[in-house]
Nanobody, 127 residues
Framework: VQLQASGGGLVQAGGSLRLSCAAS????????LGWFRQAPGKEREFVAA????????DYADSVKGRFIISRDNAKNTVYLQMNSLKPEDTAVYYC?????????????????????WGQGTQVTVSS
């Protein structure tokens, strides 16, 4: 699976952005997907994950209630809708995939759980 993230940009605090991650291949629907982010000088951190069917989602506490992860298996794409953005959301955002039909997302908040990574898209939130 090859992943291509897009949709990043510069936005003012309180604004919104929607990130997309398009995947190649015919096995997209058999993969759990996640979004991670890395700010300058910080470690990469978990943002959100969604299981293969879209029936289960998980979020970091820092984005819960503001971000929404979703997927469209017909379009081989996962989305991250980011609302009420804060300057601390500024980071490079990465999408990742792991082939699994698990219903739960146990352990999927760890980057080592994923097999495939996209190239990242920059999100900058100005105050």
């Amino acid at each position: 699976v090859q992943l291509q993230a897009s949709g990043g940009g510069l936005v003012q605090a309180g604004g919104s952005l929607r990130l997309s991650c398009a995947a190649s291949g015919r096995t997209f629907s058999s993969h759990a997907l996640g979004w991670f982010r890395q700010a300058p000088g910080k470690e990469r951190e978990f943002v959100a994950a969604i299981n293969w069917s879209g029936g289960s989602t998980d979020y970091a506490d820092s984005v819960k209630g503001r971000f929404i992860i979703s997927r469209d298996n017909a379009k081989n794409t996962v989305y991250l809708q980011m609302n009420s953005l804060k300057p601390e959301d500024t980071a490079v955002y990465y999408c990742a995939a792991r082939r699994t039909y698990a219903t739960t997302l146990y352990g999927m908040n760890r980057d080592r759980a994923y097999d495939y990574w996209g190239q990242g898209t920059q999100v900058t939130v100005s105050s």
